[in-house]
């Protein structure tokens, strides 16, 4: 995706718009609030209300801007076909020996998912478009026109794709979108209530108090929404889409496949430093292309079960800059002793 289409995108987005004008009507109310006619006395309040105002805004701002901004992760060379694999999967015109092509390049590759077609099982999952077989949790946006490692949903509110690089930014932005408009709502609560009882002087603030205490509540309630649904799927280790449908192992469906107990599903969203949780800096564990699955047994079923200490010895996708390239140099592979 180029650096224009992601400039375009967000400009355009009619949701995008709504928002910028939720922003310029909080921060001139802001001003309204405290001038002349309607407004704090006291100084030390003004003070808080302001200082608390600006935390949340740039927060606000901040994540929004991380999630916007930062581009989808891609699976690395690794898993894109080599010249001869290609020329030897696209000669083969037998599926049957097409998908015994892409098994054996799977077992060099941390790959456990499968793909499922007709209530059984077919073969590795393979992106013809990318020319990329999938890693675990990995597809293809048809949006973005690339694969996106853990892709979580295309998100027109970012304009991005919502996925491995992006999602802790997401969630946080879900976070400090909610408190932003919850400490909007109660602030200008007050001046509601006065207008309700006709106690507010006809002025410009008028429009300004009305505005805000629906906007900011009609935002908060959604968003809501939306944080609890990601707060489940967090603690049950799952994307939107595999909340939908399940992850294929070798022993067929498993919608709790990679649920690894809340605190390591936590952990590997937002890092082992709880220092960091909550700033919008790159923390989640791992590089995006192989999580580690929920027990033993189901490794023990796989068939592709030795291919993660292969992958462990040979790993270079970090060092092929497949990641996203601004990360911060700590995303490298750590694979999880279960
Ligand atoms: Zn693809
Ligand atoms: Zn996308």
Redesign the pocket.
Known sequence: MGTDSLWIGPVMSLADVVLRLFLVQAAMAVVQLFSVRVTLTNTFEKVVYLLVFHVCFLMFTWTYWKSIFTP?ASPCKKFQLSYSDKQRYEMEERPDAQKQILIEIAKKLPIFTRAQSGGRLTTIRFCDRCQVLKPDRCHH????E?C?LK?DH?CPWVN??VGFANYKFFLLFLSYSMLYCIYIAATVFQYFFKFWVGDLPNSPAKFHVLFLMFVALMFFISLMFLFGYHCWLVAKNRSTLEAFSAPVFGSGPDKNGFNVGIRKNLEQVFGEDRRLWLIPVFTSQGNGHYFPLKSSSSDSQNPLLSNEDMWEESDDCSEEGSLVEDQDPSVTIEMEEE
């Open positions: 989808p946006c048809s949006v973005c690339t996106v892709m295309h991005n794709c």
